[in-house]
């Protein structure tokens, strides 16, 4: 093993990633320096270090970093192939990405579900490591791949390192731990230069080279070099010592080139261009210049290549200092003999992109030849590949329509890779070259749909509305269709005082073109009910609504279902149709999981917390929570706060107000609007819940006050009846109950009968009335299946049962609603049910046993395998290996003291229901990931 120089600190830390994984933890460090700091001499270490391991390497190489995961290929390779023992939709995706197959194109979270899933089986027997150089230069797609297995090794003896320059971004190992590796102190930069050169160099050009090298070896011993050589009276060119490190290293490479014959430095040249190292083709590609393999004799005496079975270079930096010092003109010869000599059956893509390098000017032959590689890297998954394809053919295009087709296709790319700002800057170029106002109007609207998957601010809205406004004359259905987003996208923002904004917006869609004649589409019926509803028309635009859902429900159109389910989802809610918002959100979800559409899956996520609280599933709500915030975090998208602050509201948990005012000021920070009647209303129903009603009256008024479009606003309707009851505020009640009946009336649905029926309990001042209400409130909801809807009936009515002295009838009443809330998680309710059964004369003994608590892992995983899901479905839904469920499942069963998974749904209601009261229901993590 060859000695390394003043890097104890680096060697202990990588030693403690491999004993980590020995002990059966994956990790994963960025190991990351400047050019020449010794970033693959420390990966060389860990290698040679890894006694046991099977290791898996790659390199990043600047030239392919377009090619759809050609990092992958790499990876694949050195595994063994059990892509048979994935489950089929990541072991498709692999053979996809791969090029083995030609089914749909797959999303980047399958691909790294399969990589990962490689990695588990690879490592069953020994432990793995994974070592990537140059990963600043690996195509993105494998990049993408990589981080996301690099955050779910942590039950897999896997060790993951990756080396990277200095000050270049690698976007999906941002949150990866890091190594910095800095220069040599004085005495090992010292004992380092004495070791690299053959005889003792002069002690004034020895302080020159250690003084300008700043600690850096490969600097160290290029000037070393180049000194020896300038003591000899060799002709040598000197490297500015105020030049940056990576221009003064590919500056000393260059410079030991310079002398080389005219014919070796243009071949040297060609090597440097070619990624592949294949000497064949590099041969083929000589003698289109009149050159030949031979030639390259000379650069292997001078140490800078080796020609065997591949060309590899002595250092990356050769590669690069050879291709940078060269003139542009040259360069693109260059990559056009390349392209002539790549098979253009077996490698398309490598040929049309050195044809892309090797032209000047535009040329709509090279551009249309990118257009098909990048539609066939798409097919791959290889998204990134494809923008970069898309990118450069728009750049070459001659003919305006095919630059602006083409920075719309890489958009869409870029959108699917999960790069969103990138594909902001790609249209924002594009809309500035854009020859007419309609080709502007469709760029505008795939700009404001990153931008509300981005954002989710009303900076989307302007797009909407401007591309609406220039269609409307050109293509009208696309006009109302544009139209449709703006509103959407309104309600989401929910910009202006109240949302005012969405009635703004309201009043300029209304002026758009009328629905074609004859036409009979969704998007129409849905565009008329939202706009009906944002211009406060209630009485009229929810009896329009319930029937709108129906036909949507019926609808077959697989485009509208796909495109407008997350829309539709929300609607139901606000039209009470809690049969509809669950076949909503379960076909989004499973629409967006066969896709791999990760923004769409977190919004299905997340639109059906709110209705899994209200079924009574306090646990799975919370797992859908954390979910969501694990998939928004994936994919660098802030995390909708909807679904933790609806946990939080429900469960009463004592730290909730600290979760609303950051969920507050996260969306103040981004203009998501729509936020702030959310958290309104969470915090009226968290006030309430903990019977703290003058407070609640506040925050349920500021809810009711937005637009019937933001569902929050009629539930802070809901909340405000009950809370200005109870503080005697009966005029405020009772014009919040007129309100609330206008919604519940026009719907007609048990849950919106059951919910008017408990507001009008409350407001009735004959007994005979209430005690009617009360039971009709109970009756009706019990046949929704919404649990905790059931629970605070049924606590309203023990209350007032206890209140006319009807104890005995009161009892069991609150006994049942203490048990749901107990059971769901609601922390406050079961408060308040419990107070008012020891009000009775005879308190509530909880069960308190002792269990070791599951970690919301082990949670999530033990409560879908109690629905019945594999352990390879689990961990497709979960983003995990099969390795890692089957260990935090074995983990759940010594917890919940059983043997087996038929015991697992009796263990899990067990533990829900004897929970302690004062647990804090496990709210603290998913905040913090928020």
């Known amino acids: 093993m060859s000695r390394m120089f003043g890097r104890a600190r680096e060697l202990a830390a990588l030693d403690r990633v491999l004993d980590v994984a020995r002990a059966g933890r994956g990790t994963a460090l960025v190991i990351e320096g400047e050019p020449g700091i010794g970033k693959t001499a420390l990966l060389d270490h860990a290698i040679r270090s890894a006694d046991g391991f099977r290791t898996v390497t790659g390199i990043g190489v600047q030239a392919e970093r377009e090619l759809p995961f050609a990092g992958l290929q790499q990876l694949f390779g050195a595994l063994p192939d059990h892509s048979d023992r994935l489950p089929e939709p990541q072991a498709r995706a692999l053979r996809v990405a791969l090029g083995l197959a030609d089914d749909p194109p797959p999303r980047p979270y399958l691909v790294g579900l399969a990589l990962l899933g490689l990695f588990a089986e690879a490592s069953r027997d020994q432990p793995l490591l994974c070592a990537v150089d140059d990963v600043h230069w690996l195509d993105g797609s494998t990049v993408q791949a990589l981080g996301f297995v690099a955050r779910r090794v942590e039950h897999l003896p896997v060790a993951m390192l990756f080396a990277k320059r200095l000050g270049v971004d690698v976007a999906h190992l941002d949150a990866t731990p890091l190594l910095l590796v800095s220069g040599l102190d004085d005495a090992a930069a010292e004992a380092f230069l004495r070791s690299v050169v053959p005889r003792p160099l002069d002690g004034a050009i020895a302080a020159r080279v250690l003084e300008e090298a700043h600690g850096n070896p490969l600097l160290i011993r290029e000037s070393a070099r ?56 590099v041969a083929r590609a000589a003698s289109r210049l009149g050159v030949a393999l031979d030639d390259l004799v000379p650069a292997e005496a001078a140490g800078l290549v080796r020609v065997g079975g591949r060309i590899t270079f002595e250092h990356p930096l050769v590669r690069s200092g050879v291709y940078q010092d060269a003139d542009p003109e040259l360069r693109r010869r260059v990559h056009a003999a390349l392209a002539e000599a790549t098979d253009r059956q077996r490698d398309p893509d490598r040929r049309a992109w050195h044809r892309a390098l090797g032209t000047f000017g535009p040329s709509e032959a090279v551009a249309a030849s990118l257009e098909h590689a990048a539609s066939r890297a798409g097919a791959r998954g290889g998204f990134l590949a494809a923008a970069a394809f898309y990118e450069r053919a728009a750049e070459l ?6 630059r602006a087709r083409c920075a719309l296709a890489a ?76 509103l959407s996208a309104a309600t989401v923002a929910a910009p202006g005082e ?22 009979d589409r969704v998007i129409d019926q849905l565009f008329e009910v939202i706009l009906a509803m944002a211009l406060e028309r209630p009485r009229s635009s929810l009896p329009l609504l319930t029937g709108h859902l129906r036909r949507l429900s019926d609808s077959d159109d697989p485009g509208d279902r796909a495109r407008w389910l997350w829309v539709a989802g929300r609607l139901a809610a606000i039209a009470w149709d809690e049969r509809r918002w669950g076949e909503f959100v379960a076909e989004g979800a499973t629409i967006a999981r066969a896709a791999g559409a990760l923004t769409a899956l977190a919004a299905s996520l997340t639109t059906e917390v709110a209705l899994v609280l209200l079924r009574g599933d306090g646990a799975g709500a919370r797992d859908l929570a954390d979910e969501a915030v694990e998939i928004w975090n994936s994919i660098a998208i802030p995390p909708a706060p909807y679904g933790i602050v609806a946990v939080a509201a429900w469960a009463g948990a004592p730290d909730g107000e600290q979760l609303f005012a950051r969920a507050l000021a996260d969306c103040a920070a981004r203009g998501e609007g729509m936020g702030f009647p959310l958290v309104h209303w969470a915090r009226a129903l968290h006030a309430v819940a903990n019977a703290r009603y003058d407070e609640a009256v506040r925050h349920a008024d500021s809810a009711a006050r937005y637009p019937v479009a933001i569902v929050y606003a009629t539930w802070g309707l809901v909340e405000l009846v009950e809370a200005a009851v109870r503080t005697g505020e009966r005029r405020t009640a009772a014009d919040a109950f007129e309100r609330l009946a206008v919604s519940t009336r026009a719907a007609g649905t048990d849950w919106a009968r059951g919910v008017e029926a408990r507001a009008a309990a409350l407001l009735a001042t004959d007994p005979t009335d209430a005690e009617r209400l009360h039971r009709e409130s109970v009756e009706h909801l ?14 309203l009515h023990g209350e007032w049962l206890r209140r006319q002295r009807r104890r005995a009838e009161a009892r069991v009443v609150l006994e049942e609603s203490l048990a749901a809330f107990t059971a769901m998680g609601a922390r406050g309710f079961a408060e308040r049910a419990r107070a008012e059964i ?42 995990l290996s099969a390795s890692t469920v089957d260990y935090h499942l074995r983990k759940a069963f010594r917890k919940l003291g059983i043997a087996s998974r038929s015991r697992l749904h009796l263990a899990l209601a067990e533990r829900e229901a004897e929970r302690h009261p004062h647990r804090d229901l496990g709210l603290q993590a998913a905040s913090d990931q928020n």
């Open 397 to 402: 295009a001659e003919a305006p329509e095919t």
């Open 498 to 519: 109240h949302g005012d904004g969405i009635r703004e917006v309201a009043v300029r869609a209304a002026s758009a073109p009328g629905a074609p004649e004859g036409a």
């Open 838 to 879: 020891a009000a009775l004369g005879r308190g509530h003994a909880a069960v308190d046993r002792r269990h070791d608590e599951l970690s919301s892992q082990e949670a999530a995983v033990a409560r879908l395998a109690s629905e019945g899901l594999s352990n390879a479905d689990i961990a497709t839904r979960l983003h």
């Open 226 to 281: 180049a000194s020896a050589q300038i003591e000899a009276g060799v002709p040598t060119r000197v490297a500015d010592p105020s030049l940056p490190v990576l221009n003064r290293l590919e500056g000393a490479f260059a410079s030991r080139s310079a002398h080389l014959p005219e014919r070796t430095s243009l071949l040297l040249l060609l090597a440097a261009a070619d990624p592949t190292g294949d000497p064949r083709l």
């Open 782 to 795: 019990r046949r929704t299946g919404l649990g905790a809807e059931v629970a605070r009936a049924q606590l």
């Open 411 to 486: 958009a869409g790319a870029l959108e699917l890779a999960g790069d969103q700002p990138r594909a902001l800057r790609v249209l924002e170029a594009a809309h500035d070259h854009a020859a007419d106002p309609d080709t502007r109007a469709r760029i505008d609207l795939v700009r404001g749909r990153l931008l509300l998957t981005l954002e989710r601010s009303e900076r989307s809205v302007a797009f909407f509305l401007a591309a609406a406004e220039v269609l409307a004359d050109t293509d009208p259905p696309a006009s109302r269709e544009a139209y449709l987003e703006a």
